[in-house]
């Protein structure tokens, strides 16, 4: 099963990393294989959580996430994207941005295209922080089935059960961080973060209706056993908005590492094809984690996603004013994973050990 899963992420590696060498020379090869290695580390995180999505969906649509998914992950989010944030946020033509990313060296009105990334920074920073700090509320202040950090998390979930709580403390935050952190750019971080906010919110009503959806396909499961018919629309529609959530969610999780990604190499290319081939081992993962049951098995490891969520949105926030490495980025996600799965084989052994004795006895 794992060659399964991962093929197609060592096969693309290896023609990737050839086309690299091939067309840029051993610098190029290295500075592929470095973005490559950069896009997994800041976002092995967003497998976790990703498959806490993706097993609630069939097959064939785990397919398309491993395939119209990427497309959409490499090309969308990893190439289009940085172009339309630059022209909207510029206020320049495609054709000038298009111009910009393909010669790394030209200038419009004494900028580069790496520069007016970076001055989009603030928005795009924003717009992902407060998403990603949604995501990270709405998990820490539900009930949960198992409590991690039982001290912090069962007095939040108390004060959880307060009506949209988590848009009043995401608020907050944005506020603060644009009082403390935009300066000048202060107008531009609010109308970023409360459209973050929004998307947010328009994805979660989408849930409601997809959630709505799978109650609906469970029913019509039922029907079909007695009257033979396909429920395909039904599990379609449902699953397509999983899907749509997916995206949004990937799209977040990416932002940090596309500007980053510019202190690394200028060119455009280089940079779609390195974080290209991270995102594929991400979305491997997933698939991976769905199949072999390891949220099952290890169930904490949600927890510490989500954790490692809430702290890479405070540093998209952060970065608003101050420049944060990638690398403390990605340790402090792989921190947390790393002590949720530890506390999970804990008390998976404790859970055995009584068994045990139970038997015994």
Not at 30 to 41: A, D, K, N, R, Y
Not at 83 to 96: D, S
Not at 108 to 136: C, Q, R, S, W
Not at 203 to 216: I, P, Q, R, T
Request: hydrophobic content about 55%.
């Amino acid at each position: 099963m794992f060659l399964r899963t991962f093929g197609w992420s060592f096969a693309i590696t290896i023609a990737g990393l050839i086309a690299a060498g091939l067309i840029w020379g051993a610098e190029g090869f290295g500075v592929v294989l470095i973005l490559s290695i950069l896009e997994i580390s800041l976002s092995f995180d967003n497998a976790v959580v990703n498959a806490t999505v993706l097993k609630r969906m069939n097959a064939f649509w785990q397919k398309l996430f491993l395939t119209v998914g990427v497309l959409i992950a490499v090309f969308g989010m990893r190439l289009v994207f940085p172009l339309l944030v630059v022209g909207l946020t510029a206020h320049l033509n495609p054709g000038t941005v298009i111009e910009l990313a393909l010669d790394s060296g030209k200038t419009h009105d004494g900028h580069t295209y790496a520069e007016y990334l970076e001055l989009a920074n603030p928005a795009i920073a924003a717009f992902g922080g407060v998403f990603l700090l949604m995501i990270f509320l709405d998990f820490i202040f539900e009930e949960k089935d198992f409590n991690w950090l039982r001290w912090l998390e069962k007095p939040l979930e108390k004060i959880g059960k307060l009506d949209a709580l988590s848009s009043v403390v995401a608020l907050v935050v944005l506020a603060l961080s644009s009082r403390f952190f935009a300066g000048d750019r202060a107008e531009t971080v609010l109308l970023a973060g409360v459209c973050g906010l929004a998307t947010y919110l328009a994805v979660n009503g989408l849930s409601a209706v997809f959630e709505s959806g799978l109650e609906a396909q469970e029913e019509a499961e039922e029907e079909a056993e007695r009257t033979g018919k396909s429920i395909v629309q039904v599990g379609g529609k449902a699953a397509f908005f999983l899907f749509i959530y997916l995206e949004v969610l990937d799209a977040s999780f990416s932002f940090d590492g596309v500007v980053g990604a510019f202190a690394i190499s200028q060119d455009i290319f280089q940079i779609t094809l390195g974080l290209g081939i991270g995102a594929m081992y991400i979305r491997s993962l997933t698939v991976f984690l769905v199949r072999k049951g390891t949220l099952d098995d290890y169930v904490y490891l949600e927890h510490g996603a989500h954790y490692a969520i809430g702290a890479l949105a405070l540093i998209l926030l952060a970065s608003i004013k101050y420049h944060i490495p990638e690398i403390v980025t990605g340790l402090i996600g792989v921190a947390f994973i790393g002590a949720a799965l530890a506390s999970s084989m804990v008390r998976n052994k404790r859970q055995q050990a009584l068994e045990g004795a139970g038997a015994e006895g």
